[in-house]
């Protein structure tokens, strides 16, 4: 390890499992002090004691602008100014359209995008008010997916989230250029995680995944250094992109 993130203060949201969980072991590793926010409390300081002194859980749900607020409070008062945010909870659904009801679509976009709205935007308030050497570090990494790109079939409002949070990352980074903060999307393919476990071990799985052109799920390491770049000092030039790492799935 080399300390590509050293210095910095990095919040993962939904690290409570899956990507956001090896987003908060790799940023830590990497050097970074992290905030692991998620709803299951007991997840979280697992992951804090397993990390060491560097991490600190925060319960959070991220719907909700109030805690959102609170989250990063409790994050300035243990580690400074949070200047890196891996935007990283998300939901899908199993439901197809027609036999999906709103409240379903309402909360698929409320997490999806919304959140991912708000927490972006309470870090870049705090960064902006802390004056342009602190908003030039600025790192804001979406968690966004292949399926923003392509129609997977049967979750169109995943799909639909998922392109809404591609297009909110270009829109942020425009208006926060001038401040230095950089914001970027990261779009995995399928990995296997508590999301999609279920369905990849299933029939549907199954024949998406013999269908895609190298037949395989990726590993839970293999948005390790797309993810470290972004939210390094090396990513200086780089915003509003969104970095599609899907082993060719979305080419299938
Ligand atoms: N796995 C894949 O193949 C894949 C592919 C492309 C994109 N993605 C994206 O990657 C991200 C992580 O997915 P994953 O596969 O790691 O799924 P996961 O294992 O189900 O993790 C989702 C995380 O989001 C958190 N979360 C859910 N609702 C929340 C809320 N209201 N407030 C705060 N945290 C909340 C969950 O924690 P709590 O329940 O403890 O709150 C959990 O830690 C998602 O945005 C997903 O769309 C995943």
């Known amino acids: 390890m080399t300390g590509r993130v050293a210095g910095r203060v990095a919040l993962v949201t939904g690290a409570s499992s899956g990507l956001g969980k090896r987003f908060a072991q790799v940023l830590a ?3 970074a002090k992290v905030v692991v926010a998620a709803r299951r409390k007991q997840r ?3 992951l804090v004691n397993e990390i060491g002194g ?3 859980a925060v319960q959070c ?5 109030a805690q959102v607020i609170d989250m990063f409070d409790a994050a300035e008062q243990k580690f400074g100014l949070v200047d890196t945010v891996v935007n990283n909870a998300g939901m899908t659904h199993a439901n197809n359209a027609v036999t999906q ?4 679509f309402r909360r698929i976009m409320d997490l999806n995008v919304t959140s991912v709205w708000c927490v972006a935007r309470e870090a870049a308030r705090r960064l902006i008010h802390a004056g342009p050497e602190k908003s030039a570090h600025g790192r804001i990494v979406n968690i966004a997916s292949m ?3 392509i129609v997977i079939p049967g979750v169109s409002a995943y799909n639909t989230s998922k ?11 425009r208006e926060w250029a001038r401040y230095g903060i950089n914001v970027n999307a990261l779009s995995p393919g399928y990995v296997a995680t508590e999301l999609t476990e279920e369905w990849l071990n299933g029939e549907g799985g199954a024949k998406t995944i013999g269908k895609s052109p190298r037949r395989r799920v990726m590993d839970a390491e293999s948005l390790d250094e797309a993810l470290l770049f972004l939210c390094s000092d090396n990513a200086k ?3 509003g992109t969104d970095v599609l790492v899907d082993d060719a799935q979305s080419m299938g």
């Open 163 to 173: 392109a809404a949070c591609a297009h909110l990352t270009r829109s942020l980074a």
């Open 44 to 46: 979280l300081d697992d």
């Open 101 to 104: 009801d709103i409240a379903e």
């Open 61 to 65: 749900d991220v719907t909700n602008e």
């Open 237 to 239: 030039f780089v915003t």
């Open 54 to 56: 560097n991490a600190f």
């Open 29 to 31: 590793a990497e050097g």
């Open 147 to 149: 399926a923003g790109r």
